[in-house]
């Protein structure tokens, strides 16, 4: 089926669904409201009679209420009346034999949700009528239509009057205008078929005239041009289709303008078949293997190609499997004899039974030297880092054996001699006590800084709920002197990593939480929530003394403090850079967000599963 056929025809399916509508609806309306004109009707004549109607109803009189219904069917020509009290019971009716009976009409079950009158079309003895429902209120202050529908103030109808009205003269007034909405939408219709008739057309020519240029273009016409009739989408591509044939006619696509794209690559580029006899290959190819691949289909590469460890599978039937092939490390072999390293990349281009593989090789020979190299230099550095660690160990080892000495007969100068000495001897020696303090422990602190890239303890899974609670139980005496409260929220996951090091974690983010507090109760909170599908996010949040929003950086830096060494209970500012290392030898991440004197909350992201790679 052509493009103008199918869209006249999803046109004509719009139409016609929209004319059906249009007169479904209308029609409806027409219905509707031309019972709500004989309802308004049966009003008017309601409101004529209302003193008889009245009198019916504030007497309960069926006589009165017989000769009320009279007058009315008399108005108003309707087939049968009734005047009901509120409770659907029947004072008066056409049919007598139906006085006394209860009123069944669903109007009656929705009398209560209104104040106005209830119409609805139904069928009385084979014709169609209008089953009206009007309110009746017998305020004395009242008259008319007041009295029957709108009433005083907010008054109940004190009854109803029930009455079935013709609709035969009112048919064929609704039948004609019917009538007359299906001839003008009719006309709407025809029109708008005229209309997208001859704009399918106007579309279709424009893209008639667009397969005939495309067609000249696959033939190598590439001076065809299309005329621009219209200044829109289809303009727009008319206008880009010239510009595509000016483009490919000043390239001049060809065969000889793709040989020199192929021959001018650097890298060597091999074209074979399907079993891999070489078709054809550039001058890069020819330099770097030495053969001359002549005639076409005398040198097959399989005889070239070879993994670089035994048992590796062939590269050429890898790519026949997969169809492409990216990046594979090989062994090419040179006429000369030579194995030259290659990276290869390769796909196969054309149908079954005619595909062609293309070859692109890479000379690794120059990346293999300096990935040895590499290799090289990485051992250098690391029998570097031992044997600075082991100088470190053993300085650190030395320099603590004297700095006992200080701090031993400082003490005892201070403890035998104290009533000898001046004030400011004993203020020199203190401060000497306290300086060899401070140089033991930043000695301490170095080496365990030092210890955390050194010691790898074996990783295995490990409860981090178990890990925070022991951390707490750690430290019992500091949470009671500081009478701190430590909460561990539920949920903490189980994680694969080092226990004794993320233990340590925990350790020093809730000593530095208690710490660094100035309220009479510190509330430290650990809590951990799944980040992502790879990662866990733990938060360690406090109400201490905050942290200024410039310093979030220093804070992890070896032996940053921001206070005065005496302060919050002295420290070296190590405790933080340790767990830093921490996290990051765990893959992971850690920061703070603070506000100055309203408490700190420290992140940190571990994965859940340092084997499982993201």
């Known amino acids: ?159 109803f009057l029930y009455t079935g009205l013709p609709l035969t003269k009112a048919r064929r007034a609704e039948q004609s205008i019917i009538y007359s909405l299906i001839v003008i939408a009719a006309l709407i219709s025809a029109a708008a078929l005229v209309l997208s008739g001859l704009f399918v057309g106007v579309i279709t020519a424009q893209l008639n005239r667009l397969r005939d240029g495309i067609r000249k273009v696959r033939e190598g016409d590439y001076s065809s041009t299309i005329p621009v009739v219209t200044s829109d989408e289809l303009g727009e591509v008319a206008a880009s289709f010239n510009k595509l044939s000016k483009g490919l006619a000043e390239t001049t696509v060809s065969k000889q303008y793709l040989d020199s794209i192929l021959e001018g690559m650097p890298d060597p580029l091999i074209i074979t078949d399907e079993e891999g006899r070489v078709l054809r290959a550039n001058m890069a190819a020819y330099a770097f293997s030495g053969y001359d691949f002549a005639p076409s289909g005398s040198v097959n590469i399989n005889t070239l190609l070879e993994p670089q460890a035994d048992g590796g599978v062939a590269p050429f039937s890898l790519l026949t499997w997969t169809g492409h092939t990216k990046e594979l490390d090989l062994l090419f072999k040179a006429e000369d004899g030579r194995r030259i390293p290659v990276m290869l990349s390769a796909a196969f281009t054309g149908g079954a039974g005619k595909r062609e593989a293309v070859i692109v090789l890479k000379d ?45 007969f400082s003490n005892i100068l201070l403890s035998d001699f104290s009533g000898k000495l001046d004030p400011q001897a004993s203020d020199y020696l203190k401060r000497i006590s306290r300086a060899a303090d401070r140089m033991r422990r930043l000695i301490d602190d170095l080496l365990g800084y030092a210890r955390i890239s050194r010691v790898r303890n074996p990783y295995e899974d490990v409860s981090t709920a178990r890990l925070a609670a022991e951390a707490v139980a750690g430290l019992g005496d500091t949470i009671e002197e500081k009478k701190a409260v430590v909460e561990v929220a539920d949920g903490l996951p189980q994680l694969y990593g080092d226990p004794v090091k993320l233990r340590q974690v925990f350790h020093n983010l809730i000593t530095n939480a208690i710490k660094y507090n100035s309220n009479g109760a510190p509330r430290v909170r650990v809590s951990a929530e799944k980040f992502g599908d790879y990662y866990w996010k733990f938060t360690v949040k406090d109400n201490g003394i905050g942290i200024p929003s410039q310093y979030y950086e220093d804070i992890f830096k070896m032996f940053k403090r921001l ?42 992201l571990i994965p859940a599963d340092l084997r499982r790679k993201p």
């Open 1 to 159: 089926m052509k493009l103008n056929v199918k869209i006249f025809a999803f046109i004509l399916a719009l139409v016609g669904i929209s004319l059906w509508v249009n007169i479904h609806f209308s029609g409806a309306a027409v219905t509707e409201a031309m019972s709500a004109q004989i309802t308004d009707g049966a009003v008017g004549a309601a409101g004529d009679i209302s003193a008889q109607l009245r009198k019916a109803l504030d007497s309960r009189s069926e006589l009165e209420a017989i000769k009320a219904l009279h007058l009315f069917e008399q108005k108003t020509g309707a087939l049968y009346a009734a005047v009901t009290a509120t409770d659907g019971i029947i004072i008066a009716h056409t049919n007598v034999a139906l006085t006394g009976t209860r009123l069944q009409t669903p109007l009656m079950r929705n009398s209560a949700k209104t104040s106005g009158p209830l119409f609805r079309r139904t069928t009385y003895k084979g014709e169609e009528v209008v089953e009206a429902l009007l309110p009746l209120r017998t305020s004395p202050k009242a008259s008319g239509e007041d009295i029957l529908f709108e009433g005083i103030g907010t008054g109940a109808p004190a009854g």
């Open 563 to 604: 206070h005065a060494r005496e302060e919050f209970g002295g420290g070296t500012g190590a405790g933080l850079p340790i767990v830093r290392k921490i996290v990051e030898e765990h893959s992971g991440k850690i920061w703070v967000e603070s506000k100055e004197g309203e408490g700190s909350e420290f992140y940190f």
């Open 364 to 408: 690794t020979t120059q990346h293999k030297k300096s990935e040895a190299k590499l290799t090289q230099y990485l051992k250098e550095v690391e029998t570097v880092n031992n044997e600075l660690d082991a100088f470190a160990h053993t300085v650190s080892h030395d320099l603590k054996e004297p700095l006992r000495g200080i701090e031993m």
